[in-house]
């Protein structure tokens, strides 16, 4: 099982790149990386998932190297309404009870964008 | 329009009741998920069902049962309520399961007196 680990929290500026590392030693072959963010008395939204190398999407970027133990969301030039908490998810799921189907959320990072 | 809906936001209740949260989405997704977030904000999957087949079972105590009644449900029962219950339920739907995004609702806070 993927123990998932995150730094608890983060302070950054308006303009600034803000990079959260998710460390997830014991990944299995199969297992996707996904992070989500969340706003207070909201739901987790999804932003970005990989499997390996590098995603780039129209808000993030999702950094993962070779051996895959551990993943890095870039968000670039943030502004104060990014001040969330985001989650790393690390698993895999299949269509059918399976027993290799398991999620795991990271604690969490609370991100404070400063203006 | 709300994609994934429950029912109710906030439920407060005391020990020994048995109670039950509602989730529907309209997204036309096979699979659904619900999660338990503790007042430290971790998150925590506790069932997953894929075209009404319970898919992750995680270790939560039996007074929890999942029903999916068809594909655009899955209600969370909750019987004999402890203290240790309090957190926030989310409901979760994805198209398939194989690791698709998942969206989620805004949570029921449970707050057991």
């Known amino acids: 099982l993927a123990?998932?680990?995150?730094?608890?929290?983060?302070?950054?500026?308006?303009g600034q790149e803000v990079?959260?590392?998710c460390s997830h030693n014991n990944i299995a072959t199969n297992d996707y990386i996904t992070w989500y963010q969340q706003f207070p008395s909201q739901g987790p939204r999804f932003i970005i998932q990989g499997y390996k190398t590098k995603v780039t999407n129209e808000v993030a970027s999702l950094f993962i190297p070779a051996d895959r133990k551990s993943s890095t969301l870039s968000l670039p030039r943030v502004s104060l309404s990014d001040t969330a908490v985001y989650y790393c998810l690390v698993g895999v799921l299949t269509g059918?009870?399976?027993?290799?189907?398991?999620?795991?959320?990271g604690g969490g990072t609370r991100v404070l964008v400063k203006p | 329009d709300t994609a994934v809906s429950q029912t109710p936001k906030y439920l407060v209740t005391q020990m020994g009741n048995d109670k039950s949260i509602k989730c529907e989405q309209n997204l036309g997704h096979d699979t659904m998920y619900w999660y338990k977030q503790d007042s430290k904000k971790f998150l925590k999957i506790m069932f997953s069902y894929n075209n009404k087949e319970l898919i992750i079972n995680e270790t939560v105590p039996n007074r929890?049962?999942?029903?999916?009644?068809d594909k655009a449900h899955l209600n969370l029962h909750i019987n004999s309520l402890e203290l240790g219950d309090s957190a926030v339920y989310f409901c979760a739907s994805s198209d398939r399961a194989y690791n698709q995004p998942q969206h989620f609702g805004d949570g029921t806070r449970l707050s057991i007196l």
């Open chain 1, 3 to 14: 123990k998932t680990t995150q730094p608890v929290s983060m302070d950054s500026y308006e």
């Open chain 1, 19 to 21: 990079n959260i590392t």
């Open chain 1, 96 to 105: 059918t009870k399976a027993a290799g189907n398991k999620l795991t959320f």
């Open chain 2, 64 to 69: 929890f049962s999942p029903k999916s009644p």
